[in-house]
């Protein structure tokens, strides 16, 4: 019987209530366990409790489905993840990126998706074990972070 593996997604820092909506629903899809919103993320209740519409409409309802939690901080959260020993997954395009199909799992895995303009800060890629890009073929030089998000977790997970 195969393990299964425990993966954590972290949405730092995305102003969109749209991207953040689709990307529950694709965690959904992908069998992550747990998504934590970090930064200035929205979460899917409002400041006063209420469930946000907006997210809603486009997670399709997985926000009631997908374990979630928010943290202000990201890096207290990162810290106490690696003595978790789980394995940090940056999705981003660096200097010591690796083609996101090459990336190796562990038994818990944690992928980090950052701001669409300035991506996933230096300071927090410095605590990633694993910084995994997307290969860009066309003219343009990045994706949608949702979608982004998709493809990186699909096509790390093999699912």
């Avoid at 102003?15 to 990307?23: L, Q, Y």
């Avoid at 809603?56 to 810290?79: C, H, M, Q, R, T």
Wanted: glycine share 8%; net charge positive.
């Amino acid at each position: 019987m195969k393990k299964r593996r425990e993966n954590i997604l972290i949405i730092n820092d995305i102003r969109s209530v749209t991207n953040v909506g689709a990307m529950f629903r694709t965690a959904d899809a992908a069998g992550i366990n747990k998504i934590y919103l970090t930064g200035y993320t929205p979460t899917p209740l409002d400041r006063f409790g209420r469930k946000r519409g907006d997210l809603a409409k486009s997670s399709l309802g997985a926000e009631e489905f997908v374990f979630w939690e928010y943290k202000k901080n990201i890096l207290p959260l990162l810290k106490k993840l690696k003595e978790e020993n789980y394995l940090i997954i940056g999705i981003e395009q660096d200097k010591k990126s690796i083609d996101y199909k090459k990336v190796k799992l562990q038994k818990k895995n944690v992928f980090i998706v950052g701001a669409e303009v300035t991506g996933i800060p230096k300071n927090i890629l410095a605590k990633c074990d694993i910084i995994a890009e997307i290969p860009m073929r066309g003219k343009k030089e990045s994706l949608n972070v949702s979608v982004a998000c998709g493809i990186a977790l699909f096509g790390i997970l093999k699912i």
